[in-house]
């Protein structure tokens, strides 16, 4: 059997709907005219387990798209990057942590050459940032984090 | 306070120096970004997000709507010089906006679309400076089963008008509807679903999830195809409609303005309706319909004009009930709330300098966009054909600091970048995002006033039947169900909503 978008997608959705509801059985579900703050999230997960299994046997009764390939480049480096400028932009400051965000996520693109030209175009875009939220707009980011200070 | 005096302090509140030209920024930056291709409302404004911060509560909703419908505008240009929407609505535009621009008409359909926007971007004005207080007086004898009802009936809209299967649609809904249940819950102050880390007990943030599946999840899903981007864009020349233009999309646009007026007050996805309709209509009752699809100025003018009067009309539900209508309204509520205002009833009595200053601000960042946007189509044409891989690191920066701005919270960053990969996991199984990111912000509100509607019929479901609004409501949202299943309607919603990705 080939994997299609359906099965996996339903399957998200029902397992996603079982942990919830896994949860949410642990709170007080009250009563109708009492809802507790179990109540609302039950239903709901119910429903969405419910519906998870319909679009999985949707999916197995039908000839569905089947899974495209996916960029797993991308798909691991851009949000990495962007989980490096959070740990940067505490100790290591506004600037640093944008040069490192920008720098970090061109290097996903099949285009991406390390020249001086790009370091050049890499560090004035950088300092406009922090010109333009820090200074201008006045965001409470400190331009050098703690540790460079 | 009458509409009279009601726009005379608009104008006063819209024309301080300071509001003024923070509209003028709005408009300007909105649409910079909105051009780029990929980019559609919703990345546009949780991208600028951070510029309004800071600004007094007038001065940042100002700014908000003019990048709201300058990032329309964008969308429009994107559409028609270089065939890729920014966002569903401006789908049809692409039909013969694209085909015109082809053709060496490219100014001509730009300048059709500015022109019908203008218009209809005045009507919708006015419409909203007439029913919005209407609505608000009416509002306030809603209970919580009329509320409720609302809120399903738009949840129900958004499902079918999504692209797509209604059931993958309903998943997508309902986990939104999870999604936002993370939190303390108001009522019992019970801390649900926060995996004990103090971090979610204030709930997840609404602008992060759509920050991070509509721009960092376009982002991905863009970088996919990379090579295969071809940046083909069409050469601009006379901006100026000639004689038998101007004859030929003055009824359209009227018929548009009338089509988007109307159903951008529907809660649902008001715009995508709108301006799928104005198209199918004009097809019909044109009398060039042979035309269509191949660079018929009809079909330029009429669905801009409603896609704009839906644009401007859609703030009435938000505005004076505090229910956002499309996804787009759902993050501006995000914004407002940012900054402290919860829209409703009371806006209209309590801050009416916000609101009429809010209402005027539209129909003067209207007026800047037809005198910004045709002499500046050259830097437009610019901006879209920079290349991508200069592009997206810049978005990405932008949301990074647009995300961390709001809370200055590390732990937003994170979620952001878990929401880019389930944004790109949804976009590569088929699912439309637009139902989730308005069930997030709408199912607690359904939980609320379920449970209020409840308490006060002592558990009795009837309740809902049994208020005339409550029910009437409650039977469009089931003809709207039944309607997906005639086949008729089925053919329509699958052409209206192809996707062009």
């Known amino acids: ?149 | 306070m009458d509409i009279f005096n009601g726009l005379m302090l608009g104008f006063s509140t819209a024309t301080t120096f300071g509001n003024f030209l923070y509209c003028f920024l709005g408009v300007l930056l909105g649409t910079a970004v909105g051009v780029l291709p990929g980019l559609g409302p919703i990345a546009t404004i949780s991208m600028l997000l951070p510029f309004t911060f800071g600004l007094p509560v007038d001065t940042a909703l100002i700014m908000l709507a003019g990048i709201f419908y300058g990032s329309q505008y964008g969308g429009s240009t994107t559409a028609i010089l270089m065939n890729l929407p920014g966002e569903a609505s401006s789908v049809v535009t692409t039909l013969d906006g694209h085909e015109m621009a082809k053709q060496g008409k490219a100014g001509r359909a730009l300048a059709a679309a500015a022109i019908g926007s203008f218009f209809a971007g005045t009507v919708g004005t006015l419409f909203i400076a007439i029913a919005a207080p209407l609505l608000a007086g009416l509002a306030l004898t809603f209970g919580p089963a009329e509320y409720f009802s609302l809120i399903v009936l738009g949840l129900i809209t958004s499902m079918v008008l999504a692209s797509g299967s209604l059931l993958t649609a309903l998943g997508m809904a309902l986990f939104g509807m999870m999604l936002g249940m993370i939190g303390t819950d108001v009522n019992s102050g019970a801390a649900r679903f926060t995996f004990g880390t103090p971090n979610l007990l204030d709930g997840l943030d609404f602008v992060v999830v759509a920050t991070g599946v509509f721009g960092l999840g376009e982002v991905l899903a863009n970088l996919e195809n990379e090579r295969s981007r071809s940046a083909g864009i069409a050469h601009v020349s006379s901006l100026f409609p000639t004689r038998e233009d101007w004859k030929r999309m003055a009824a359209p646009i009227l018929r548009g303005t009338g089509i988007g007026v109307l159903l951008g007050v529907l809660p649902g996805a008001g715009v995508l309706l709108a301006s799928f309709s104005a198209y199918a209509l004009e097809k019909k009752v044109s009398r060039h319909s042979a035309e269509f699809g191949k660079g018929a100025i009809e079909g330029v003018a009429a669905p801009e004009a409603a896609n704009n009067a839906a644009a401007q009309t859609c703030f009435i539900p938000m505005l004076t009930l505090g229910l956002p209508g499309t996804a787009t309204m759902a993050l501006m509520i995000g914004a407002l709330v940012v900054q402290g205002v919860q829209p409703g009833p009371e806006i209209l009595t309590q801050q009416p300098a916000l609101f009429w200053g809010l209402v005027v601000s539209m129909w003067l960042g209207n007026l800047m966009l037809l005198f910004l946007n045709l002499p500046l189509v050259g830097v437009w044409a610019k901006l879209i054909s920079v290349p991508y891989h200069y592009l997206f690191p810049m978005i990405c920066v932008f949301v990074a600091i647009g995300v961390y701005s709001i809370n200055n919270s590390v732990f937003d960053i994170y979620m952001m970048a878990l929401f880019g990969v389930l944004g790109y996991f949804f976009k590569k199984v088929g699912a439309e995002p637009a139902p989730l990111i308005l069930a997030m912000i709408l199912g607690p509100m359904a939980e609320e006033y379920l449970r209020r509607a409840l308490l006060i019929s002592h558990g009795d479901a009837s309740v809902f039947f049994t208020s005339p609004l409550s029910l009437g409501t409650l039977i469009v949202a089931a003809l709207l169900l039944l309607s997906i299943i005639s086949p008729r309607f089925r053919k329509v919603r699958e052409e209206g909503l192809q996707e062009v990705d």
Not at chain 1, 56 to 85: C, E, H, Q, W
């Open chain 1, 1 to 149: 059997m080939k994997i299609g978008q359906d099965s996996i997608l339903g399957l998200f959705f029902a397992v996603t709907g079982c942990v919830a509801l896994w949860i949410a059985i642990q709170y007080p579900f009250g009563t109708a005219g009492r809802m507790g703050p179990g109540y609302f999230p039950v239903i709901i997960s119910s429903l969405l387990i419910v519906t998870g299994i319909c679009v999985v046997i949707r999916s197995i009764s039908t000839s569905g798209d089947a899974f495209p390939a996916i960029n797993l480049k991308a798909l691991f480096m851009v949000p990495a990057a962007v989980v490096v400028f959070g740990l940067a932009i505490e100790p290591l400051g506004f600037l640093p942590a944008v040069l490192l965000l920008l720098v970090l996520s061109a290097a996903t693109s099949v285009k991406f050459r390390f020249d001086w030209k790009a370091s050049v175009g890499a560090l004035v875009f950088s300092g406009l940032c922090t010109v333009l939220f820090v200074k201008l707009i006045g965001l409470p980011i400190p331009v050098l984090g703690t540790w460079l200070q």
